[in-house]
Each structure stands twice: as C-alpha cells, then as structure tokens.
C-alpha cells in the first residue's frame, strides 16, 4: 500500500516534517505500506503559477498524482494564526496547504482515508484539527480518522504525543486495509469530549 505525507512546513528543519515522519513510521509499524513525502515549499511558485495560468507545473502534476493515487493521506500542516486588533483569535491550516488542496479537483480524494495533523507554539490552537482541518476534508469527501495529532512545542517528547500518534496510526492503517471501514464509508463517530482529551497534552 501506499502512504503519501503532505506535509507544509517552511522551515528546515520543520517540526511539521518530523510530525509527518514519525506518523508515517507509526502507521508502517502497524502495516506494511512504502511511503512518499510531498515537500509543499518546494512546490510554493507552482501552486502559484497553476492560479494564474490554470496549468501545474511538472513537480506540481507528480505531487498531485501522487496525493490522488494513495491509498492514504497524512497531511501536517503549521497552525497559522488569524489575527485581530486584540490579539490571535484562533488558528487555521497555512496558507500554502490550502492552495495545494484547493489545485486538487473536488472529487479526487472522495473515499480517501486521511489522518490529519497540525503544529504550532502553544496547545491553545489545537482546535484548528476540529475547526479547520476536518472540515476541509469533510467537503473533499475524505474519510478521516477519528483521532487528529496536534503537537505544541511543550509536546515534543512528551508521552501524551506518543499515544495519540500510535493512536491515530493505527486507525489509518485499519482503514488502509479494509478494517473497520473501506473507502467511501463513513468514519467511526466519536463523542467529542473522548477527541477533546485525545488533543490534550499529557500534565
């Protein structure tokens, strides 16, 4: 099987890259899977370019070809924060994760099972998974995992990381292969209370 990580982040090194590779090795220890890694920044001016002239670009195509025919996602994003007069509100995917979804056609990833992750300075954003990141695959018709990973900076190295990333690894693979559901079925419903305390740091 094939696990493609979209991951979005700018920096070298990026802990949204090291999020996305250590649930890529979490989801092979529970099943036998080749992984490829799609770099958004090193596809930034593509992106641009497919705006204005409707056309992707070569390693634009292979990362959309790629993406489309996996047969699940990871996809990490950097918590990017919405600022107001009195402060940071609330925090959305990056800018740059969004174009890339938004280049991909509506229907390509209907089906597709998804274990979305984000990253960010404080645990207060870990809500960007519920707020931003589950809907937007929601509207792509992707089959999400019931258990999101957010990784604050408090996070790295903490066990409370390691059990929700063992935890959402291992319901991706269970749909990778078939169990509990097969492309195009629903998720599992999960009371929001449990996905709550799944997000909460360890303490």
Known sequence: MKLVVVSAG???PSSTRLLGDRLAAAVGGQSDVDVEVVELRDLAVEIAHHFTNGFPGRKLAAAIDAVTS???LVVVTPGSCRRRAN???S???SGLFKSFFDVIEPEALAGMPVLIAATGGTARHSLVLEHALRPLFAYLRAVVVPTGVYAASEDWGAEGLDGRIERAAGELAGLMAGRPAKKGAEPEVVPFEEQLAAL????
């Open 91 to 93: 925090a959305s995917y």
């Open 10 to 12: 700018l920096s070298v």
């Open 70 to 72: 996996a047969d699940g």
């Open 200 to 203: 909460r740091p360890a303490g």
């Open 87 to 89: 402060g940071c509100s």
